[in-house]
């Protein structure tokens, strides 16, 4: 899917700088594969009539005529409102962005650098991979430029900074950030049930075994399904229940290995898990039986709630946006969420993720679109390009005035609690090996009939030495 932006369709946007402060204390899981969020293709349209100060985009001197190649795992839908952010830039500058999206990212990507064809600037959706190319391609990718740095340094934490960081060189500067510790649901239904969101985690059993008794439906409905990169859905169940049971501090030592990947507290997380993608009085809502599971397009996998087959489903923040179109998602709408909750009572726990943006040339060009991404007017350009939501940030220049739905807001409002520890996807610090491969596939194995412990040892074998 590639698409060249041209000059004839540039468009000037306002941009709006303020906002709060978010911080990672942990990390870890993205979307891989990126064809998360739906999001409008006349988003940026909505906007085309705002001017815009390009005295901001003098620092970059005259790139008039130049082209950026971009790679990344964001397809459409959400290409458009990606493309659409950077539309002020590209009228401002001069530069086109020739932007290419695949759902093939992950193993195209070290293939297109092997043959010496890397892209100017790729999106990465885990740090780990950013730590393969620079152990292994360490002649092809490019320390982030001086300015990408500073803002970086402005506009972002440290525990953020240092997952663009390897051996104490700077890479890759945050994109956008992902708050995944979310369950979906129908209000209308819960309403005509007299059902109430759970605030624990012991409530949000004893709703679903409630549903399962008094229902026709399923409770809870899942998809792993996801090309190169099936099983990662599961991988973010696994992680947000390893934060509920064992705690932020074993779940760091897990993704570092500190304690093996086969830890008792581990397994015991797995089958917490289990006890509701297993068990078939739970699973799976309007798609069959619990192997369907592996077998669901995780983009699909929530729809039998729009349906009236499905009460429960979990999934990330940018899940907003697969709805069909036509779906309202808000607190009277046709779908909306709740914070996956814990029976923790002095923390909060939400699983984060986000891409990462590195650079495999330094032309000027390249630089100065490297910086842009990396600054407040990026961040706050992306979010009011963004009308049907599906997409938050870390930057601190961020104002949440302009996120665009109120889903978008409560995602913000999450990551900005006083009490949230936010922790990294936990697969996506792990070894490439692992975390984009042997954890993958273990969840799929776990899914059709393998035991946790054959599972998690199996994982646990498979961790480089």
Known sequence: MTRTTTTARRRGLAVLAGGASLALLLAACSDPDGDAPSESESSGDAMSSTSIDCSAYDEFGDLDGTTVNIYTSIVEPEQATQEASYDAFEECTGVTIAYEGSREFEAQLLVRIQAGNAPDIAFLPQPGLLNTIVNDYPDAIQPAPDATVANVDEFFSET?????TVDGTFYAAPLGANAKSFVWYSPSMFADAGYEVPETWTEMMELTQTIADEQETLPWCAGVE????TGWPGTD????VVLRTAGPDVYTQWYTHEIPFNDPQIVEAWDTTGEILKNPEYVNAGLGGVDSIATSPWTDAGFPI???NCWLHRAANFYQTQWPSGTTVASDGD??????????????PVLGGGEFVASFADRPEVQAFQTYLSS???ANQKALSTPEGGWVSANTG???ENLQTEFDQLAWETLADENAVIAFDGSDLMPGEVGAGTFWTGVVDWLTGASTQEVVDRIENSWPM
């Open 306 to 308: 729009l349906d009236g």
């Open 376 to 378: 407040a007017d990026w």
């Open 160 to 164: 953020w900074k240092g997952y663009g």
């Open 335 to 348: 779908v909306f969420a709740f914070y996956l909750p814990t029976d923790q009572t002095d923390i909060k």
């Open 226 to 229: 996801s090309g190169d990169a």
């Open 398 to 400: 961020l104002d949440p």
């Open 237 to 240: 169940w696994i992680e947000d």
